[in-house]
């Protein structure tokens, strides 16, 4: 697993976005470890940004 280094802005948001990209990525078909990543990146990605919402271009790279 790569080491995702994240500075924390704002937690707000980032346990309902995990829940919800692991929901998303099992529902569908992913296994465990890929959705688990998923749902990792982007949480990391909501915290270090203000506000729980990501722009569309933000999980572009």
């Given at each position: 697993?790569?080491?995702?280094?994240?500075?924390?802005?704002?937690?707000?948001?980032?346990?309902?976005?995990?829940?919800?990209?692991?929901?998303?990525?099992?529902?569908?078909?992913?296994?465990?470890?890929?959705?688990?990543?998923?749902?990792?990146?982007?949480a990391?990605?909501?915290?270090?940004?203000?506000?729980?919402?990501?722009?569309?271009?933000?999980?572009?790279?």
């Open positions: 697993m790569k080491l995702l280094v994240f500075y924390p802005i704002d937690i707000g948001g980032a346990g309902d976005m995990l829940a919800c990209t692991f929901l998303y990525a099992l529902a569908q078909g992913q296994d465990y470890r890929t959705t688990g990543e998923f749902a990792r990146l982007v990391c990605k909501v915290v270090s940004q203000c506000g729980p919402r990501l722009k569309a271009d933000s999980m572009q790279n």
